[in-house]
């Protein structure tokens, strides 16, 4: 299956400690993108990169959340000092530049203690 | 903040109806997307259409999209249990369509 591929599916953990999330996506696509998704409400925009460069990021990325794509291939996401609301699905998409359709992966539901 | 918003929230229907929902948009768009979330699950393409498209259709869904009302309404018919999941309408508000942006969905459950 050469689909967006996101690790690990499921994470709990404890307020305070850090998580780090991995997504792989589609090989060709350039664009990777994450997104969460809290219960009952639709995906909300987080970032996205163009290759290896973060060209966009929402207000909804606080200074606790930070993402890295250091080859242009696969991103990380990490959570410093989580917190119970970051509680949430997180769902990461590619695309290729210029592609309209976005293609997400399984997403990792995080849950905080 | 959203920037669609689904309706109905929720809809039960039974195998072999067709199912509607409809989505409102705020601003200007250059796209309007349809996705599917099976529960738990990643999100699914569904179907695009474009701002200067009035339908489409693909398989048993059809599209419609009417700029002046900034809405959209997706049909499928022939429903199966299959097609029980959340649909969301997602609006790319650049030509880029970097940032999609999301409904709070429908849930559909379709019963056999």
């Known amino acids: 299956d050469t689909g967006v591929s996101q690790d690990p599916r499921h994470k709990i953990t404890k307020r305070g400690q850090n998580v780090t999330f991995r997504c792989d996506p589609i090989?060709?696509?350039?664009?990777l993108y994450w997104y969460r998704q809290t219960l009952g409400q639709g995906p909300e925009f987080l970032t996205y990169?163009?290759?290896?460069?973060?060209?966009?990021k929402s207000r909804l990325l606080s200074d606790r959340f930070s993402a890295e794509r250091p080859k242009g291939s696969f991103s990380t996401l990490e959570i410093q000092r989580t917190e119970q609301g970051d509680s949430a699905m997180y769902l990461c998409?590619?695309?290729?530049?210029?592609?309209?359709?976005?293609?997400f992966g399984p997403g990792t539901r995080l849950l905080v203690l | 903040s959203q920037q669609g918003e689904e309706d109905p929230q929720a809809l039960s229907i039974q195998e072999g109806e067709n199912a509607t929902m409809n989505c409102s948009y705020k601003?200007?768009?250059?796209?309007l997307q349809w996705y599917r979330q099976n529960s738990g699950r990643g999100l699914v393409h569904l179907i695009l259409?474009?701002?200067?498209?009035r339908e489409k259709h693909s398989g048993r869904l059809r599209v419609t999209l009417d700029t002046s009302k900034k809405s959209s309404s997706l049909l499928i018919t022939a429903s199966r249990a299959a097609d029980t999941a959340s649909y969301f309408c997602?609006?790319?508000?650049?030509?880029?369509?970097?940032?999609?942006?999301f409904g709070k969905g429908t849930t559909l459950s379709v019963s056999s």
């Open positions: 990169f163009q290759n290896e460069a973060q060209l966009e």
């Open positions: 601003t200007s768009i250059n796209n």
């Open positions: 998409a590619s695309s290729i530049i210029g592609g309209e359709t976005q293609y």
């Open positions: 090989s060709e696509h350039n664009r």
């Open positions: 259409i474009r701002s200067n498209e």
């Open positions: 997602a609006t790319a508000l650049n030509q880029a369509g970097t940032a999609l942006i």
